[in-house]
């Protein structure tokens, strides 16, 4: 089970004082704790490497979170590098990290009192340290953009917590009343709010997934993306956008080089084309298509509002599966395929899916990249696999992984062209044409 919820309240006056001896096991202070969508943890890690000029050794990865210890000082001396992250979801500045076989206890009097000590356990002088590169970091991604200020003499905050795994004996409640108490041990002056609203300065976030608990402060204010000044804030959006942090994520799965060509034949609203121009300014020309033409209303409106953008983006009607383009002229491809009920049917995407496969295997060059997501697991495979020759598959398979979509579990295909064979494309057509034109005269 996964709850995540706000949960913030007036302190009480009565404070339980801290138990003698008590101590966190593998207790780490001082880190830098990136949250972002599961599966997406390696292109994240990239992104502190080189962002944060840090060593590989010490980034690692957890489940939908990274963790760079300690906490890196390029950061501190220049706090706007947060905001060149693109694959994250959250920046915080991790202050507790503990895993305890204590937190799965089944007397949650034992497991509440394990999860307090390990936050009571947190130095002043480490939640002090929070507060000071928070009040450091601009509050958007733009080049003007102030500091955050605290409203008050001291800072106002609330609790977000997450729980995840089995065997907790407590509710998610519960997880954000214990932090909070032991929160209040370090920093008692601090206040503590109930909801969230404009007059909250810091965010505390929770996770305790089974016997492990991250504790840290949130570095900015809303969702990352939505302040980095990737996207407008005022674009048209369709009924399954893809988030910006997720582009992200499948485009870094492939090199994109200076004069390139980028296509998203199944574009939606554009993220992916906007967030591939963004990312390689002055260097590449960026194709977005949809077959609705209210989709590709929305791609031209939303285009029009990337001033910040310099790379070209056009954008086209046209059908994914045939598509107006001749042979080897796109470098790199990326899409949402369409899946679930608002968008797409299994059985639409059981006469698509080969198609489509089969025309980006025409138009992408020899070794060119095509980055693929879909929550229809089973139909994507079988259909990269559909698109063969006598030499094997059009496309041989660079990776395949798991990302967290909108809590589906959708999966990620990398691949690579190898070759195309015109001949035996158009003879798969003809039988799948054949093959519908019986079931429709059946009907």
């Known amino acids: 089970m996964n709850t995540e ?3 913030s309240f007036t302190p009480s006056l009565q404070v339980k004082a801290l138990r003698s001896g008590a101590s966190a096991a593998m207790g780490v202070h001082d880190f830098l704790w990136l949250t972002c969508s599961t599966g997406q943890e390696s292109s994240v890690m990239d992104e502190c490497v080189t962002l ?3 060593d590989r050794a010490s980034v690692r990865r957890e489940k939908g979170k990274v963790v760079v210890s300690p906490f890196p000082i390029f950061l501190t001396e220049n706090p ?4 060149r992250f693109r694959g994250v979801e959250n920046v915080l500045f991790g202050v507790c990290e503990s895993a305890q076989e204590k937190f799965l206890s ?13 936050v009571a356990d947190v130095p002043r002088e480490t939640w002090m340290k929070a507060l000071t590169q928070w009040k450091q970091t601009p509050v958007d991604g733009t080049a003007a953009a102030a500091l955050n200020v ?4 001291m800072p106002a905050y609330y609790v977000t917590k997450k729980r995840g ?3 907790h004996s407590f509710d998610s409640t519960t997880l954000g009343r214990t932090v909070w108490d032991g929160m209040r041990l370090q920093v008692p002056s601090w206040i503590a709010t109930i909801g969230r609203d404009h007059t909250i300065d810091l965010e505390v976030h929770s996770h305790l997934h089974e016997k492990q ?4 402060g949130r570095l900015h204010k809303g969702s990352h993306w939505k302040r980095s000044g990737v996207l407008a804030s005022n674009r048209i959006h369709v ?10 994520g499948m485009l870094s799965e492939m090199t994109i080089f200076s004069g390139n060509i980028f296509m998203d034949p199944m574009a939606g609203c554009g993220t992916l084309a906007e967030v591939a121009a963004e990312t390689n300014k002055h260097r590449i020309f960026c194709i977005a298509g949809d077959l609705e033409r209210g989709n590709v209303a929305k791609i031209a409106h939303n285009r029009g509002l990337a001033v910040h953008t310099d790379a070209m983006i056009d954008v086209i009607l046209w059908d994914s599966s045939n598509l107006p383009l001749r042979d080897a002229c796109i470098d790199a491809v990326a899409s949402d395929l369409p899946f679930g009920k608002r968008c797409g049917s299994k059985a639409n995407n059981h006469r698509l899916y080969p198609r489509f496969c089969l025309e980006m295997a025409r138009v992408l060059v020899d070794n060119g990249k095509c980055t693929l997501l879909s929550a229809d697991r089973r139909t994507l495979p079988r259909s990269v696999e559909m698109a063969a020759g006598a030499r094997g598959c059009f496309f041989k398979k660079q990776r395949t992984f798991s990302v967290n979509v909108g809590g589906l579990d959708a999966t990620t295909m990398v691949l690579k062209k190898e070759y195309y064979d015109d001949a035996r494309a158009t003879e798969m057509q003809k039988k799948w044409d054949a093959k519908e034109s019986k079931k429709r005269k059946r009907e």
């Open 106 to 118: 089944s007397s949650e009097a034992v497991a509440v009192q394990a999860i307090r000590d390990a």
């Open 52 to 54: 944060l000029r840090v």
């Open 80 to 83: 706007s590098v947060l905001w």
């Open 5 to 7: 919820t706000a949960y």
């Open 213 to 216: 608990l991250f504790v840290g």
């Open 150 to 153: 605290i409203a008050d003499s």
């Open 239 to 248: 009924s399954t956008p893809l988030k910006p942090n997720i582009c992200a």
């Open 165 to 167: 795994g089995e065997g």
